[in-house]
């Protein structure tokens, strides 16, 4: 299994939900492990600003919805210098040869990205999150609830999967939003 998808490698920490502040932001501290990356993607509910707090990452973004110009867009980022990425931006991350913690903005706040947050966390407190790590119906509740657009191959192999399992997806995510949206939720994402 790639990095690419791999929720196990990642642990969130919510300082300020949308709940506390009128929506106007979530912030969250991602720690993530060496390699770590997301697919090609772009949102449009929210820019996303990224601001590193140590180890190493790289963030490609363009305008330009052709991959090879995306790969070619590689900047390092260095630490307590943010860069944002706005909305329908097409862009992904790369983890670096340690590990990193980075600060994530986004502006305005996302209720749906939280409730994501407070899955994984929970998903991971209940030692689920590893045997889950390979699931692609996990990788399309992730995706919906992230509001990341995919785009690429991998963009398309999701289409295909919502097609196919669509029911299945919806079932997961009822599932795992009934049990792990809780406001004792929340609380724990802001503690970790």
Do not use: C, W
């Given at each position: 299994?790639?990095?690419?998808?791999?929720?196990?490698?990642?642990?969130?920490?919510?300082?300020?939900?949308?709940?506390?502040?009128?929506?106007?932001?979530?912030?969250?501290?991602?720690?993530?492990?060496?390699?770590?990356?997301?697919?090609?993607?772009?949102?449009?509910?929210?820019?996303?600003?990224?601001?590193?707090?140590?180890?190493?990452?790289?963030?490609?973004?363009?305008?330009?919805?052709?991959?090879?110009?995306?790969?070619?867009?590689?900047?390092?980022?260095?630490?307590?210098?943010?860069?944002?990425?706005?909305?329908?931006?097409?862009?992904?991350?790369?983890?670096?040869?340690?590990?990193?913690?980075?600060?994530?903005?986004?502006?305005?706040?996302?209720?749906?990205?939280?409730?994501?947050?407070?899955?994984?966390?929970?998903?991971?407190?209940?030692?689920?999150?590893?045997?889950?790590?390979?699931?692609?119906?996990?990788?399309?509740?992730?995706?919906?609830?992230?509001?990341?657009?995919?785009?690429?191959?991998?963009?398309?192999?999701?289409?295909?999967?919502?097609?196919?399992?669509?029911?299945?997806?919806?079932?997961?995510?009822?599932?795992?939003l009934d049990k792990y949206d809780t406001p004792e939720a929340l609380e724990n994402s802001m503690k970790n």
């Amino acid at each position: 299994m790639s990095t690419e998808r791999r929720y196990d490698s990642r642990r969130f920490q919510i300082e300020e939900s949308t709940t506390l502040n009128n929506g106007a932001r979530t912030v969250f501290i991602e720690h993530m492990t060496p390699g770590t990356t997301v697919p090609p993607h772009f949102h449009t509910r929210f820019s996303e600003t990224f601001d590193l707090i140590s180890g190493s990452i790289k963030v490609y973004r363009t305008d330009n919805l052709d991959l090879e110009v995306l790969e070619a867009s590689a900047q390092p980022l260095e630490p307590r210098v943010p860069v944002t990425v706005q909305p329908r931006l097409y862009h992904k991350y790369l983890g670096g040869d340690q590990d990193a913690v980075l600060r994530v903005i986004l502006e305005p706040g996302d209720m749906d990205f939280e409730r994501l947050l407070k899955i994984l966390n929970g998903l991971d407190r209940d030692r689920k999150l590893e045997a889950l790590g390979d699931s692609m119906v996990l990788m399309a509740v992730v995706m919906e609830l992230s509001d990341a657009h995919l785009i690429g191959p991998a963009g398309e192999m999701l289409e295909g999967l919502r097609r196919e399992k669509g029911d299945e997806i919806r079932r997961l995510k009822q599932e795992l939003l009934d049990k792990y949206d809780t406001p004792e939720a929340l609380e724990n994402s802001m503690k970790n």
